[in-house]
């Protein structure tokens, strides 16, 4: 079956560090998400990359999907401390599945 | 964006007993949504899919009886967890689609079985 996995789980940086997440999938996916938990709070949606190759930005944060649409990445650039939480890739078009998550936590 | 209610945000109750939490999608209409679980620093668990109108559909190793699902309505879906014991304390989390594949959710309900 397929399988997604998302790396590193944790990532600690120093605020204004950068800062990178990755979803890679055994096959071939049809779209992927992302979002973001806060702590103690529920997903957010950030975006949805559907397009071989595509590429969004949203101020600090890009988001990639591969070539093969078999990975894809967040990266954040400039870290800040509102920035904290969990990043989730998910997918699926009759149901949505969520990736393990990136934990990520910032030192002011 | 769209707004998806959850009720209670947070339950505690006695081995045996039965919660039920609510999904309400306030400004849109959804024929499907979703009800996650969620372990401390764990991924969200899809548990199953809530079908308006029709049988949910679970996740395998997901209980049916364990977890019952009705979506009676295009803005309302319920959870019972029924004869709830201390392993079935968790964070519960419902999604209603928006459109385009993309997934709103509730705020979750943090169930506590003493």
């Known amino acids: 079956g397929q399988q997604v996995m998302q790396i590193p789980q944790y990532q600690h940086v120093q605020e204004g560090e950068d800062f990178t997440t990755y979803c890679n999938s055994s096959?071939?996916?049809?779209?992927i998400q992302w979002y973001k938990q806060r702590p103690g709070g529920h997903p957010v949606f950030l975006i949805q990359?559907?397009?071989?190759?595509e590429v969004k930005k949203q101020k600090r944060l890009t988001f990639q999907f591969g070539e093969a649409k078999k990975n894809s990445s967040l990266h954040i650039t400039a870290t800040q401390t509102t920035d904290v939480g969990t990043y989730f890739c998910?997918?699926?078009?009759?149901?949505?599945?969520f990736g393990q998550g990136t934990r990520l936590t910032i030192n002011p | 964006g769209a707004v998806v209610s959850q009720h209670p945000s947070r339950v505690i109750c006695k081995s045996g007993t039965s919660v039920k939490i609510e999904c309400r999608s306030l400004?849109?209409?959804?024929?499907?949504m979703f009800w996650y679980r969620q372990f401390p620093k764990k991924s969200l668990m899809l548990m199953a899919t809530?079908?308006?109108?029709?049988?949910?559909?679970?996740e395998q190793g997901v209980e049916k009886d364990k977890f019952l699902i009705n979506h009676a309505s295009l803005t309302l879906s319920t959870l019972t967890v029924t004869s709830a014991h201390p392993e079935d304390s968790s964070f519960y989390i419902c999604?209603?689609?928006?459109?385009?594949?993309?997934?709103?959710f509730g705020a979750g309900t943090r169930l506590s079985v003493l």
């Open positions: 998910g997918w699926g078009a009759q149901k949505l599945v």
């Open positions: 096959t071939t996916l049809s779209n």
């Open positions: 990359l559907v397009k071989s190759g």
């Open positions: 999604s209603a689609g928006g459109g385009q594949n993309i997934q709103y």
């Open positions: 400004d849109f209409q959804a024929t499907t």
């Open positions: 809530s079908n308006e109108g029709s049988k949910a559909t679970y």
